[in-house]
């Protein structure tokens, strides 16, 4: 992670010197995967939001999990999880169809303890994943399943942005979607590649939300009684190989452990921002106490090319984001 310090400069000289560094700040992130801007005072979502479109050629509010802090959905805050418990390393939205190339923080109120953003570089994590691991995930893909349950977590309406089981239909045709009605209940099957070359620099980013999604990874108690309480074509979420076939504890446990290896922490400020480059880098929250307070932005989608997203093809380049060699 890059940092840059506004210790010095107000408001209007902070916005201008951006502006018209505008160009080595991309390029900065294009080589370190994220920015943080230090003492920067970002004092308000007006703020914030006008540091975005500065590098923002297009904002992204269809991220459905997220809660909109303004009228537009273009400032969010981020999904609602338990202040407890640690959000495991992800890319943001890689299980849909179109993701956003590029996120945006900002904090309005620090965590009283704990509650830093930990940011993981994507190119380093696929560089010392075991070849074992890495060819098995670039030939099979991975299977993000979801259950849309009354009561558990969201809904499909407010996930997808629908209002009807039609549209809900219609989003999966869409989106390289494949899905099922089990009574009122929305199953879908998403199969994504686990890792893209990025379409600046043409490296390869391991960019699967593997340990956000994986049952292991969450405490024993809840996954207990998710298997006591759901059947197995009913749990809410579930993670395959892209073949439909299981991927294996100690495997995620292997690779948890290389997250562990490269993660970068960021203690939150008050008006800190920060710029993350979501192929290059993955990102993800310690617990906390207190309170605590993120804006969030998504800017700048791109989508997974159709053939990717069918399983037991061979690997192709991602429409828009460059081509893998292996």
Same mark, same amino acid.
Request: one cysteine or more; glycine letters at 6%; a neutral charge.
């Given at each position: ?22 160009? &080595? ?10 920015? !943080? ?12 939001? /006008?540091?975005? @479109?500065?590098? *923002? ?13 303004? @009228? ?39 965590? %009283?303890? $704990? ?7 994507? +190119?380093?994590?696929?560089?010392? %994943? ?5 060819? @098995?995930?670039? /030939? ?10 009354? =009561? ?8 997808? $942005?629908?209002?009807?089981?039609? /549209? ?7 989106? *390289?979607?494949?899905? #099922? ?7 879908? +099957? ?26 292991? +990874? ?8 998710? +298997?006591?309480?759901?059947?197995? &074509? ?19 446990? #292997? ?29 993800? @929250? ?11 932005? !998504? ?16 690997? #192709?380049?991602?429409?828009?984001? =460059?081509?893998?060699?292996?």
């Amino acid at each position: 992670m890059f940092l840059i310090d506004f210790e010095e400069k107000d408001r209007f000289q902070s916005l201008e010197w951006i502006k018209k560094n505008k160009i &080595e700040i991309d390029n900065k992130l294009t080589l370190h995967g994220a920015i !943080l801007l230090k003492n920067i005072n970002v004092s308000s979502s007006t703020m914030f939001e /006008e540091i975005v @479109r500065i590098f *923002a050629k297009k904002l992204y509010n269809k991220n459905g999990e997220h809660e909109a802090f303004n @009228r537009s959905g273009t400032v969010q805050t981020p999904v609602s999880y338990p202040k407890d418990m640690n959000l495991e390393p992800h890319c943001e939205n890689t299980f849909h169809f179109s993701f956003p190339s590029k996120i945006y923080f900002s904090c309005q109120i620090a965590a %009283l303890e $704990g509650g830093a953003t930990t940011v993981y570089d994507t +190119r380093k994590y696929f560089q010392l %994943l075991p070849n074992k691991i890495k060819e @098995r995930f670039m /030939e099979k893909k991975v299977m993000y399943v979801r259950c849309y349950i009354d =009561g558990f977590g969201l809904s499909y309406g407010k996930t997808l $942005g629908v209002s009807t089981k039609k /549209e809900a239909e219609n989003y999966c045709h869409l989106n *390289a979607l494949s899905y #099922e009605w089990l009574g009122n209940i929305l199953k879908t +099957r998403a199969i994504r590649p686990a890792a893209i070359s990025h379409p600046e620099s043409g490296e390869i980013c391991f960019i699967s939300q593997i340990n956000h999604w994986h049952q292991s +990874r969450l405490e024993p108690e809840v996954r207990k009684s998710l +298997r006591e309480n759901y059947d197995v &074509e009913l749990m809410p979420r579930d993670l395959l190989y892209g073949d439909g076939s299981i991927i294996e504890d100690s495997i995620i446990q #292997e690779m948890s452990e290389i997250y562990k290896q490269i993660e970068v922490s960021n203690k939150w400020q008050k008006g800190d921002f920060m710029l993350i480059d979501n192929i290059l880098s993955a990102h993800g @929250r310690q617990k906390y106490t207190g309170e605590r307070e993120i804006l969030v932005s !998504l800017s700048d989608p791109i989508n997974f090319k159709s053939s990717l997203c069918l399983p037991n093809k061979p690997f #192709e380049p991602v429409n828009s984001v =460059g081509k893998i060699t292996i």
